[in-house]
């Protein structure tokens, strides 16, 4: 069983953590394709979307060449899951897909859940998207009433970087041994653990950990079972 009696802030991470991103996107992504008579199906689209926007984020950072953001890393990641599917698609036409991005919604167990936590922790968004961006999401689409939003983008650099994790302690001041990291992206909840973050990782999507001895302290299916356990 987790220690819980340093903990004091919950650090969540926001796409794919609180926000369903494949739920959201994926009806723009079809009609989107089908519109252009493409091969590739939404879910395949998606999948190789979401796997080459990691790899831009990766060489944003490795390159340190300016950090360039959370939505350019979207961007670019979509023009080139298009080009490797042979869709052909204006400047406009991506921007009318990019566009689905601001429409992004919770997962269904995400506020109850958040509710129950708050009565015992700071909540806190950490997140690697733009701050004008993740106020937006925060009030509009997640509606709930955060601590405090964090971005990455005042590290400049993407998670799973040191620099992001420390910022957020420092910022909240606190140890970072008293903030836990939950994540449904195992990189997030491996880099935080190397920061001495304690880790939650919420396996939403039934995918395998790391090949790390750096383990979370503990892994939920939602965020429903990970109040049962926090609150325990």
């Known amino acids: 069983m987790i220690e819980l009696a340093n903990i004091q802030a919950l650090t969540f991470d926001l796409f794919g953590t609180i926000l369903?991103?494949?739920?959201?996107?994926?009806?723009?992504?079809?009609?989107?394709?089908?519109?252009?008579?493409?091969?590739?199906?939404?879910?395949?689209f998606w999948?190789?979307?979401?796997?080459?926007?990691?790899?831009?984020?990766?060489?944003?950072?490795?390159?340190?060449?300016?950090?360039?953001?959370?939505l350019a890393t979207v961007r670019r990641a979509l023009v080139y899951t298009l080009a490797l599917n042979g869709v052909a698609a204006a400047p406009e036409e991506v921007d009318q897909l990019m566009a689905a991005w601001q429409q992004l919604s919770p997962f269904p167990d995400v506020n109850a859940a958040l509710e129950r936590l708050h009565a015992r922790f700071r909540l806190v968004v950490?997140?690697?998207?733009?701050?004008?961006?993740?106020?937006?999401l925060v009030q509009h689409r997640v509606r709930f009433p955060?601590?405090?939003?964090?971005?990455?983008?005042?590290?400049?650099?993407?998670?799973?970087?040191?620099?992001?994790?420390r910022r957020a302690a420092h910022q909240l001041g606190l140890e970072v041994g008293q903030c836990l990291m939950v994540s449904a992206n195992s990189f997030d909840v491996v880099g935080a653990r190397a920061c001495g973050f304690r880790g939650a990782f919420?396996?939403?999507?039934?995918?395998?950990?790391?090949?790390?001895?750096?383990?979370?302290?503990?892994?939920?299916?939602?965020?429903?079972?990970?109040?049962d356990v926090l609150l325990r």
Do not use: C
């Not at 955060?146 to 994790?165: E, I, N, Q, R």
């Open 20 to 44: 369903d991103l494949g739920g959201s996107l994926k009806p723009a992504i079809g009609s989107f394709l089908s519109q252009r008579a493409a091969a590739v199906d939404a879910d395949r």
């Open 202 to 227: 919420v396996n939403r999507y039934g995918l395998p950990y790391e090949d790390t001895d750096l383990r979370p302290d503990l892994e939920v299916a939602d965020f429903s079972e990970l109040a």
């Open 146 to 165: 955060f601590d405090a939003v964090l971005s990455a983008t005042h590290a400049g650099a993407f998670k799973p970087h040191p620099a992001v994790y």
């Open 47 to 70: 999948a190789q979307w979401r796997a080459r926007q990691r790899l831009e984020q990766y060489q944003d950072t490795i390159m340190m060449l300016g950090h360039s953001g959370y």
């Open 126 to 136: 950490l997140s690697n998207g733009d701050p004008e961006f993740l106020a937006h």
